[in-house]
């Protein structure tokens, strides 16, 4: 199995560009979610789902947006990237007890 | 909003020590979840504990829950260079008594065990 996949890895935006970070989980986990990671700040969430079709903010959800077509997928968009963006983003999945997360993206915005 | 206080921040000891990371609340959360991150890696759970007073022993890694599931902590015993890493606690609220729940992270205590 490869739990949850992240893609990119490493991405430089331009200030007002537009980005997709990508999220797969084969667990057949219901729940998703997206967190960035700031030095010394833990993980912030940013979006959840619960299910395929229903989404909800979470504490920083600013300047994101979200959707679940299907229960593998969990796709983050970016509309106008700014510098406040920059960190590491993780998808993180899970059934009812503790997450699975993928390996990160990080992303600078200059 | 909820908070988790993680101290310290930052520990760096010699390899054979022993030591603990804290992780305190005012809020009461359903369980709390003990995660080891590496650089360049997502965190990676270690332990989940739901009851108050619960203590779970991992190899050389203790977990604790206050008995007001508010506060936790994470003991190490004979550190070793292998445990080197970014740890997070993170506790878990539950929404109207489903099964769903949301993590609300510490900042993490970065350990450094030195050969």
């Known amino acids: 199995n490869a739990g949850v996949t992240q893609t990119p890895k490493f991405r430089i935006l331009k200030i007002g560009q537009s980005m997709t970070l990508q999220c797969t989980q084969d667990m057949n986990h219901n729940y998703m979610y997206w967190y960035r990671q700031d030095p010394g700040m833990g993980l912030k969430l940013i979006y959840y789902s619960v299910g395929a079709g229903i989404t909800d903010k979470g504490e920083v959800p600013n300047g994101y947006n979200v959707s679940r077509s299907t229960t593998e997928d969990f796709p983050l968009r970016l509309e106008l990237a700014a510098p406040s963006q920059t960190s590491v983003y993780f998808c993180a999945s899970s059934p009812t007890g503790g997450y699975t997360f993928g390996s990160g993206t990080r992303l600078t915005v200059v | 909003t909820q908070l988790l206080e993680q101290s310290p921040q930052f520990l760096s000891i010699q390899e054979g020590e022993n030591l603990t990371v804290y992780c305190n609340s005012s809020?009461?959360?359903?369980?709390l979840q003990w995660y080891r991150q590496e650089p360049g890696e997502g965190p990676v759970l270690l332990v989940t504990v739901v009851t108050g007073g619960e203590v779970k022993k991992l190899k050389r890694l203790t977990f604790q829950f206050g008995d007001a599931r508010k506060d936790s902590s994470l003991h190490i015993t004979a550190a070793q260079p292998g445990d080197t890493g970014l740890y997070l606690c993170?506790?878990?609220?539950?929404?109207?008594?489903?099964?769903?729940?949301?993590?609300?992270f510490g900042q993490g205590t970065i350990l450094t065990v030195h050969p």
């Open positions: 993170a506790g878990v609220t539950n929404a109207g008594g489903t099964s769903y729940g949301k993590l609300t």
């Open positions: 809020s009461v959360f359903s369980s």
